[in-house]
């Protein structure tokens, strides 16, 4: 398990470049949490496929419901809910012929379009960071997400990378910062940034043959990062 110190150095130790060399510990410290950040979002591969879930980082929480059709999701949310459970232990299903994620779906199931409709939940749907549902109950429920959740930043010199799995961190996250760094030299190092742009693929191939694809497509909160 690679802690921040660790990474700090295997970074500044990268072929001795000067673009290393000259990123301070502070700045080091945001890449490398940008990077597992961008990491758990999940990686636009060079196949089109999207990198799956972190399973270390699988939450599940309780959202209450307002007088409105919709709640926020939890602030540790990130990507791809995959099962809701309501106030009474049973699944609530998606939309059907769809997911959790489809909206329009989700619209054409229910009576009043304005999402106006009372009583107990019964059709749900996850748009942006919000839980939409329908009906609206008069009093307060609370419906179980399960989620991916944001990985917590590395503070301390001995905080580890949430979520990655510990055969992986360095290599992973190294040639990330690497690539990021050398990229945004006022010349470019354009060798560099093949060269760790390659590697951390490669890491990536290797972390999602160890997780294995997810048999459903996965959704997210925010734009997918693209590596390249």
Do not use: W
């Not at 009093?139 to 055969?167: A, H, W």
């Amino acid at each position: 398990m690679a802690t921040l110190t660790e990474l700090t150095a295997a970074i500044m130790d990268i072929s001795k470049n000067k673009y290393i060399q000259t990123a301070s510990s502070i700045t080091l410290a945001s890449r490398i949490n940008e990077a597992v950040t961008a990491i758990a979002s999940g990686i636009r591969m060079p196949d089109g496929i999207n990198s799956p879930p972190l399973p270390g980082l699988f939450e599940s929480a309780v959202v209450a419901t307002t007088v409105n059709a919709y709640a926020d999701l939890p602030a540790t949310y990130q990507r791809n809910v995959f099962y809701i459970v309501g106030s009474d232990g049973e699944k609530l299903n998606a939309p059907s012929g769809g997911t959790y994620y489809s909206f329009k779906l989700f619209l054409s199931e229910i009576g009043e379009k304005d999402l106006s409709e009372s009583g107990d939940v019964a059709n749900v749907c996850i748009k942006g960071n919000s839980l939409y549902y329908q009906g609206i109950p008069s009093v307060s429920e609370n419906v179980t997400v399960m989620f991916y959740r944001k990985p917590v930043d590395m503070v301390l010199g001995t905080d580890t990378p949430d979520g990655i799995p510990d055969q992986f961190q360095t290599r992973l996250i190294k040639h990330y910062v690497g690539r990021e760094l050398s990229n945004e030299m006022v010349d470019g190092l354009p060798n560099m940034v093949a060269y760790h742009t390659n590697e951390f693929y490669s890491a990536m191939q290797d972390l999602i043959m160890f997780i294995g694809v997810e048999t459903e497509q996965e959704y997210f909160n925010n734009a997918t990062e693209t590596f390249y």
